[in-house]
């Protein structure tokens, strides 16, 4: 099992950018797929997890309205699409397949994730 995640970068207060994580060693409708982001000195939390048929999808308060999770099936890769991006978002964020009754991680595996600096 792998996840390789891709698109962080550094923008300003109010911009966008969209998240990719590859998944290999499963396909994603196998289990519930969640994003998470840890920021320096703080734990790992959950920003999103989506059901293994893509039916439902729950948001952190804080990314409500903003993020959106997609995936792409032919690809197993799961997507987020971050808008009006804050400061409070910048952290690593990374993906791994998820319970979506408790969000936790199913896999004890973690990408080198990707970095997402929002300053001015």
């Known amino acids: 099992v792998q996840f390789v995640e891709s698109g962080g970068g550094l923008v300003q207060p109010g911009e966008s950018l969209r998240l990719s994580c590859i998944a290999s060693?499963?396909?994603?409708?196998?289990?519930?797929m969640a994003w998470y982001r840890q920021s320096p000195g703080k734990e790992r939390e959950l920003v999103a997890v989506t059901r293994s048929d893509g039916s439902e999808t729950y948001y952190a308060d804080f990314v409500k309205g903003r993020f959106t999770m997609s995936r792409d099936i032919a690809k197993n890769t799961v997507y987020l699409q971050m808008i009006s991006l804050q400061s409070e978002d910048t952290a690593v964020y990374y993906c791994?397949?998820?319970?979506?009754?408790?969000?936790?991680?199913?896999?004890?595996?973690w990408g080198q994730g990707t970095q997402v600096t929002v300053s001015s």
């Open positions: 791994n397949a998820a319970s979506f009754a408790s969000g936790r991680a199913v896999y004890p595996y």
């Open positions: 060693g499963f396909t994603l409708n196998t289990y519930p």
